[in-house]
């Protein structure tokens, strides 16, 4: 079957359409080729959570809320795989919270910051960041592209929102006093052991969630929120709930396969 | 770091080196795009099996060594990724045993079977098929392009090696009555539930492994080897391994970065 030819009643029509707009995205210039070997590691790691958003990702996305609520200079970094996987849902939650989006690449080019930003600017995205050269920086301890930063963003936020990351920048940007928020689907990633919040959740899953806990918010219950929370808790309960998963999913594959 | 100054020292230089070479072969119309989110799927997974040859793959490895030793007409199919990550070692096992290689495509095209065997042949396959217009044959219950198939090959072979493989073809060549011999890092898959044989390994280590266990048989040896074979046990086996390499890395990471 083409990729093309998919019905939407597929099982696998969401996970099938994200490759297909993915690997249109490397030909439009906007993926790189290695955000599609990530996205895959991505899609293995979602099948072993479920393929849903389960209890220990809705209350990182919770404490993500209460934190992006209550700090002073918050960011989002945008790259090519989130600019095709979720840019009407990164767009929504940045327009309606004032929260900035900034392009951030590993394998920059102008062409790549420019075909990503007018992806967000067709969907009517008010804070953009990271585009403008004069407004760049770089930061101390990065050997990759990774260091250009916009000084309005990245450079003096006190919390980052990094989804699909590598694990160099996100140590680096804890390193610093920044806290970090990452989405990541790996629970065992440097990216996912170094956040301060760590979702281990599918990045289509979490923006949506993300605006609705954001605007259920006020301070004293986003404070409570960030109290309560423990990263390390959270983890553990992710591996817990993919070894237990594993078992059942092997079960009900066997007794339909050997039936 | 640029993915083209990796040292041989870096933790990582094998894993960014099969990166570098799939991403390289995209552009050189040997892999297709899907392949890289595919590769990234078997990253994810390899990971989770600790990046090693665990028993019950070396298990699986015998049996399928076995298999081949007492097959008829075996078949080893070739696809984009396998003519990257292991062109030299299929071929050496292809000529050392006479089991013939076919190229098999589920993005078919000319050019690309054309360049997959341009590698092959380089190489000095001896025993390659797939590349014959004259000796295709279509077999029945396919979707994919994968129904086209050499009729000295996979068409009458009784013993089919798919490595990296979609689920449906696997499926389909067990209804026929052939055994199917997968290497399949997720052992969930429908490939590997399907299978006759699961090894549940990285490729790039099942050639050479398979190469030693197959020169070391006789048929007596290769018979009680089948007779003690359980797929289902070696399943069960790569699914408890996996869980408890979870936990203990959990337990090493979280040492690490927060001692």
Redesign the interface.
């Known amino acids: 079957?083409g990729?093309e030819d998919i019905p939407s009643t597929h099982p696998r029509a969401q996970s099938l359409n994200m490759?297909h707009a993915?690997?249109q995205g490397?030909k439009d210039g906007i993926v790189a080729?290695?955000g599609?070997?990530?996205?895959?590691?991505?899609?293995?790691?979602d099948?072993l959570i479920g393929e849903r958003t389960n209890k220990f990702a809705e209350d990182a996305i919770e404490a993500a809320a209460a934190l992006l609520f209550l700090a002073k200079k918050p960011i989002i970094s945008v790259n090519g795989n989130t600019a095709i996987l979720c840019p009407k849902e990164m767009t929504e939650f940045s327009n309606s919270t004032g929260i900035p989006l900034e392009v951030n690449l590993f394998y920059r080019t102008g062409s790549r910051i420019e075909n990503i930003a007018k992806i967000f600017h067709s969907l009517g995205s008010k804070y953009l960041l990271g585009t403008d050269e004069r407004q760049q920086v770089e930061l101390d301890g990065f050997?990759?592209y990774r260091r250009i930063v916009d000084k309005r963003g990245i450079y003096q936020a006190d919390v980052v929102v990094v989804p699909l990351e590598d694990g160099d920048r996100t140590e680096n940007l804890v390193r610093m006093g920044k806290k970090v928020v990452t989405i990541d689907l790996?629970?065992?990633s440097r990216t996912s052991?170094?956040a301060s919040i760590t979702v281990v959740d599918n990045i289509i899953r979490f923006f949506p969630l993300l605006q609705e806990k954001y605007h259920s918010l006020d301070k004293e219950r986003a404070e409570q929120v960030i109290d309560n929370y423990d990263n390390?808790v959270i983890?553990?309960k992710s591996?817990e709930t993919?070894?237990s998963l594993?078992?059942e999913?092997?079960d009900k594959?066997?007794s339909m396969?050997?039936s």
């Open positions: 079957m990729i490759r993915l690997i490397v080729d290695s599609l070997i990530a996205h895959g590691r991505g899609e293995a790691f099948y050997d990759s790996n629970p065992l052991i170094a390390k983890l553990r591996l993919i070894a594993w078992k999913e092997l594959k066997y396969f050997h």
